[in-house]
């Protein structure tokens, strides 16, 4: 294609947008509603994987140590755990540790009732974490037969309810996304459709004077795309001013939302590329390619 008619193409595109601005700002309406709806679930649904994951985290197991083994055994007990396939980290925790802590949770009154006790009654243990919480059952079952291994204590009922939370959550979340693209494909097409069915006579008559069906789709392709664009530049940017109030409001009361892993969010910064990405490249290709197609109807005359 000659460089002229390029511009030429380019510029109706360009033009077709001023001079259907009804149709055009219906179909950017229509992108800018989907775009957010889908947009905002997909990043829920980021976040509640990551709270999950937050919360599996801060689950571990503790291996109680039998009295009275020595370093070296100790040693060879540790290198055993960290060489299972699940397991995560191993770290030592003292009896010396465990006593200390105790106290520190003790009131004054409790203090003076262990004033006089000759040894700490505390074992050693490991505290070991795990790379897939839901085998945290079969892990622990696995340290147990372990020579010098007194006991193991783990949540593995919570483990157990945690996976199946996060296993109806997720279908939960793709369920609705699914859904949501799925009316947003049928309405953009919808109004598409009717946005080139406006200009019906126009494309009989560019066919009638010669025109190749490319030749007459090129505009209604840039005129969707730059349209999928513009929607998709305002839904980033509505997406961004929502989430980072929502983010802050969490991140001003860290203490009580950190429990539930909720410090873990992902700030808007740290997704902003690949966010900015996915916007831009579905807006432009859904006002694109919905236009082309729709076009495609009226070139049979």
């Not at 947003?184 to 109004?191: K, P, Q, V």
């Given at each position: 294609?000659?460089?002229?008619?390029?511009?030429?193409l380019?510029?109706?595109?360009?033009?077709s947008?001023?001079?259907?601005?009804?149709?055009?700002?219906?179909?950017?309406?229509?992108?800018l509603?989907?775009?957010?709806?889908?947009?905002?679930?997909?990043?829920?649904?980021?976040?509640?994987n990551?709270?999950?994951?937050?919360?599996?985290?801060?689950?571990?197991?503790?291996?109680?140590i039998?009295?009275?083994?020595g370093?070296?055994?100790?040693q060879?007990?540790?290198?055993?755990?960290?060489?299972?396939?699940?397991?995560?980290?191993?770290?030592?925790?003292?009896?010396?540790?465990?006593?200390?802590?105790?106290?520190?949770?003790m009131t004054e009154?409790?203090?003076?009732?262990?004033?006089?006790?000759?040894?700490?009654?505390?074992?050693?243990?490991?505290?070991?974490?795990?790379?897939?919480?839901?085998?945290?059952?079969?892990?622990?079952?696995?340290?147990?037969?372990?020579?010098n291994v007194d006991?193991?204590?783990?949540?593995t009922?919570?483990?157990?309810?945690?996976?199946?939370?996060?296993?109806?959550?997720?279908?939960?979340?793709t369920?609705?996304?699914?859904?949501?693209?799925?009316?947003?494909?049928?309405?953009?097409?919808?109004?598409?459709?009717?946005?080139?069915?406006?200009?019906?006579k126009?494309?009989n008559?560019?066919?009638?004077?010669?025109?190749?069906?490319s030749?007459?789709?090129?505009?209604?392709f840039?005129?969707?795309m730059?349209?999928?664009?513009?929607?998709?530049?305002?839904?980033?940017?509505?997406?961004?001013?929502?989430?980072?109030?929502?983010?802050?409001?969490?991140?001003?009361?860290i203490?009580?939302?950190?429990?539930?892993?909720?410090?873990s969010?992902?700030?808007?910064?740290?997704m902003?590329?690949e966010?900015?990405a996915?916007?831009?490249?579905?807006g432009?290709?859904i006002g694109?390619v919905?236009?082309?197609?729709?076009?495609?109807?009226?070139l049979?005359?």
């Amino acid at each position: 294609m000659k460089a002229s008619s390029a511009r030429y193409l380019v510029g109706q595109g360009v033009k077709s947008i001023w001079r259907n601005r009804m149709m055009s700002f219906a179909s950017f309406c229509i992108i800018l509603v989907s775009l957010l709806m889908v947009g905002v679930s997909v990043l829920v649904t980021i976040n509640l994987n990551k709270i999950i994951s937050g919360i599996e985290d801060q689950s571990e197991a503790s291996v109680v140590i039998k009295d009275d083994i020595g370093e070296e055994k100790q040693q060879e007990l540790r290198e055993q755990i960290e060489a299972l396939p699940n397991v995560a980290s191993v770290s030592f925790y003292s009896k010396d540790e465990a006593w200390e802590d105790m106290k520190a949770d003790m009131t004054e009154e409790q203090q003076d009732l262990f004033r006089y006790a000759d040894d700490n009654p505390l074992p050693d243990t490991f505290r070991v974490t795990v790379n897939d919480i839901s085998l945290m059952s079969d892990t622990s079952m696995q340290i147990e037969t372990f020579d010098n291994v007194d006991s193991v204590k783990s949540p593995t009922q919570f483990a157990d309810v945690l996976v199946s939370i996060q296993n109806i959550l997720m279908i939960i979340m793709t369920a609705v996304i699914l859904a949501l693209i799925v009316v947003c494909l049928i309405i953009i097409s919808n109004t598409t459709r009717s946005s080139v069915f406006a200009r019906r006579k126009e494309i009989n008559i560019m066919k009638y004077v010669g025109a190749t069906n490319s030749f007459i789709r090129i505009p209604f392709f840039i005129e969707g795309m730059l349209v999928g664009i513009a929607a998709a530049a305002v839904a980033l940017f509505l997406t961004k001013f929502a989430y980072e109030g929502v983010y802050n409001v969490f991140r001003n009361d860290i203490d009580l939302w950190s429990i539930l892993g909720v410090s873990s969010l992902y700030s808007f910064d740290q997704m902003s590329v690949e966010v900015t990405a996915c916007y831009l490249a579905a807006g432009a290709i859904i006002g694109a390619v919905g236009s082309s197609i729709s076009a495609g109807k009226h070139l049979r005359v």
